[in-house]
Nanobody
Framework: EVQLQASGGGSAQYGDSLTLACATS????????IGWYRQAPGKDREGVAC????????FYLHSVKGRFTISSDHAKDTVYLQMNSLKSEDAATYYC?????????????????WGKGTLVTVSS
């Protein structure tokens, strides 16, 4: 059974950093794509970042490029999202998702497996 557990959310000040973690199990971590998505109240869900573990390729939402970094720890089957220079518009519930298809496709068309979210709030 594919399982994804997001953690690391919390309250941050404008300009602060937070690191989210997505602990995974139940699939071939080294071959799958893992994505981070977020949804703010009243807004649509949007893809934030994705990493294709098989190819080592990454994708980012334009507004987070240069501020957020997605990475994989293959020893722990965990994907991290390092978020720097947080802005108020980054406040949302963040979800991690996984798919056997690489990010280039799955990140944009929808991933099959989802975990519960972790809330990030940003205050100015």
């Amino acid at each position: 059974e594919v399982q994804l557990q997001a953690s690391g959310g919390g309250s941050a000040q404008y300009g602060d950093s937070l690191t989210l973690a997505c602990a995974t199990s139940g699939f071939a971590f080294a071959d799958w794509a893992i994505g981070w998505y977020r949804q703010a109240p009243g807004k649509d869900r949007e893809g934030v970042a994705c990493i294709s573990n098989q190819y080592g390729t990454t994708f980012y939402l334009h507004s987070v490029k240069g501020r957020f970094t997605i990475s994989s720890d293959h020893a722990k089957d965990t994907v991290y999202l390092q978020m720097n220079s947080l802005k108020s518009e980054d406040a949302a519930t963040y979800y991690c998702a996984a798919d056997a298809v690489e990010c280039r496709v799955s990140f944009y068309y929808g991933m099959d497996h989802w975990g519960k979210g972790t809330l990030v709030t940003v205050s100015s």
